[in-house]
């Protein structure tokens, strides 16, 4: 007698749900119920609202700081395994926490480190996520990730603007890697910029190293927060003579004063990714959707099908 596996069922918590329901739209589903009772201390609990035992689900959600974007993430996978869904994929567009993947100094924690444990011992069997501040942190687990690259949205962008003397900068040295790939695949040239911080989120010095003077200048980041660095090295490109400068990232955190420093900034535009909810009366702001790319990979592993096309670099 054949088993006949049943389709998977889609939910989203609540800092996503706006994202979740594209998805689910993309992938030919509805978004699953959940209701989220609160207390008035502010705790909460979430409750799936319809039959989830033996299926598998996918649960959306970007892990943003504060810690509540995790906290719903936890609770929800929890709930799945107390109610005997089959298989509990994560799909976290953003994963937050990625900064602190290793101790750069004494007596701190490896924050990614013990958020993806936290996951795994949570229930969670597979992740999915796009853009990790450090490919690394998929060895942090011992279930499966597929690690999506945002360069499937952004490289098609950038080949329809038709850019002429194209140079792909990377605001720091640690996103080097990152900007040679793009270099190598739009076929242009490559600068870097060095900078030394104060403290976090605060920049004393920066210096370019590569010749930007007369060439329409990419940055390429994976996120932006506050956007100190990017407004600073488009500050600094344009007067070492580029044309233009304008700067990809794929999750925008946009804390602090990022909207007004961005709009007042030499920047042609931001472009970034839906994975985190964002403004979008700005200007200067261009926002890609997700959507299209999670439902097909998330399609691609329930008929356990390769994935390896949506992995441009």
């Known amino acids: 007698m054949s088993y006949h596996v049943p389709e998977p069922k889609i939910f989203a918590c609540t800092q996503s749900t706006v994202l979740g329901e594209k998805i689910a739209a993309s992938y030919g589903a509805d978004l699953g119920k959940v209701l989220f009772s609160r207390y008035s201390d502010g705790e909460f ?6 039959s989830i035992r033996g299926t598998r689900i996918f649960i959306i959600g970007s892990t943003n700081p504060g810690s509540e974007n995790l906290m719903e993430m936890l609770l929800m996978i929890d709930a799945a395994k107390r109610a005997s869904a089959r298989h509990i994929t994560a799909v976290m567009p953003y994963f937050g926490w990625a900064r602190q993947d290793r101790k750069d100094k004494p007596r701190v924690p490896i ?10 011992t949570a229930g969670a069997t597979r992740i999915i996520t796009m853009d990790l501040h450090a490919d690394q942190i998929q060895g942090f687990f011992e279930k499966p990730v597929d690690h999506l690259f945002a360069s ?16 792909i900068a990377s605001p720091d ?20 910029c060095y900078k030394q911080r104060a403290k976090a989120n605060v920049i004393s010095h920066m210096e370019l190293i590569g010749d930007v003077k007369g060439k329409n200048v990419v940055l390429v980041d994976d996120m932006v927060d506050t956007a100190g660095t990017l407004t600073k090295a488009a500050d600094l490109m344009m007067e070492r003579g580029a044309l233009s400068v304008r700067a990809i990232t794929t999750h925008g955190l946009l804390s602090g004063n990022a909207y007004e420093r ?17 403004e979008h009366n700005k200007k200067k702001i261009k926002v890609l959707g997700c959507a299209d790319l999670f439902a097909d990979v998330m399609h691609r592993v329930h008929h356990n099908t390769s994935i390896s096309s949506k992995f441009l670099m």
């Open 262 to 278: 961005i709009e007042n900034s030499k920047l042609s535009e931001l472009i970034i990714t839906d994975s985190i909810p964002v």
């Open 173 to 192: 040295m640690g996103g080097s890697k990152r900007a040679y790939a793009y270099s190598k695949a739009l076929e242009c040239d490559v600068v870097i």
């Open 111 to 120: 924050a990614a480190k013990l958020v993806a444990k936290m996951l795994e």
């Open 45 to 50: 609990q979430p409750s799936f609202e319809e």
């Open 152 to 167: 499937t949205l952004f490289l098609p962008y950038l080949r329809g603007l038709n850019l002429d003397n194209l140079c």
